[in-house]
């Protein structure tokens, strides 16, 4: 089915390992996007990608890093793992101008850092 | 910077019920889109209505419908007949025309059903 693949689902961390996380879309989407949801805090941007080869900060990117270097693929990486990025991480794509449609979703991550 | 508040952390209705969970936004936009997403605890994010800022008509999904009201900055959202696969977070949502048109996000209600 087309979509957005995020991989892994699950994913326990020690605190200062490193990790990605990749998002994979095949809907030929130009934007991308990764958000952190926690309890009582909604869905917020971490980092997004307006095409191949770009990307920028949202609005909490501290301890986040990403890449886009093909267009269907957004990678976010934890460089140093802290508890404090407990959370579940959300992808998403969608073309420019179909705002109309709002977003095709992952499924999420569920990260847990110990 | 645009922002979108939801009042009500939790929410409960009886079966067959109905129920509205408010919204509020800020911006200096004309033209945006407004969103209501639903997350059941399969934590699948699914988009239950949207709403054009410059169609004066509420915008209606079979059960669900939207209560849109542009100078208050308001956009509640009605669920009729409610069912027990209507319970999960419910969040508003906000997305603008320009730049990378991202989706800003309310902290979310939670909807109980109760039979």
């Known amino acids: 089915n087309a979509g957005v693949t995020q991989t892994p689902k699950f994913r326990v961390l020690k605190t200062g390992q490193s990790m990605t996380l990749l998002c994979a879309q095949d809907?030929?989407?130009?934007?991308m996007y990764w958000y952190r949801q926690d309890p009582g805090m909604g869905l917020r941007l971490i980092h997004y990608?307006?095409?191949?080869?770009?990307?920028a900060k949202g609005e909490v990117p501290d301890g986040y890093n990403v890449s886009r270097l093909k267009k269907q693929n957004f990678l976010l990486g934890l460089e140093s793992a802290a508890p404090s990025q407990t959370s579940v991480y959300f992808c998403?794509?969608?073309?420019?101008?179909?705002?109309?449609?709002?977003?095709?979703f992952g499924s999420g991550t569920r990260l847990t850092v110990v | 910077a645009q922002t979108v508040t939801q009042s009500q952390p939790e929410m409960s209705v009886q079966e067959a019920e109905t129920v509205t969970l408010s919204c509020t936004y800020d911006?200096?936009?004309?033209?945006?889109?407004l969103f209501w997403y639903k997350q059941p605890p399969s934590r699948q994010m699914i988009l239950v209505i949207r709403?054009?800022?410059?169609?004066?008509q509420n915008a209606t999904e079979n059960r669900f419908s939207v209560n849109f009201q542009k100078a208050a900055k308001s956009f509640s959202l009605k669920i009729s007949d409610s069912q027990l696969g209507d319970a999960a977070m419910y969040f508003c949502?906000?997305?603008?025309?320009?730049?990378?048109?991202?989706?800003?996000f309310g902290k979310g209600t939670k909807l109980t059903v109760n039979p």
């Open positions: 998403a794509s969608s073309y420019p101008g179909r705002f109309d449609y709002g977003y095709t």
């Open positions: 809907m030929n989407h130009e934007y």
């Open positions: 990608s307006v095409g191949e080869g770009t990307t």
């Open positions: 911006t200096s936009e004309s033209d945006y889109y």
């Open positions: 709403q054009e800022a410059y169609k004066q």
């Open positions: 949502a906000y997305r603008g025309q320009g730049g990378s048109e991202k989706l800003v």
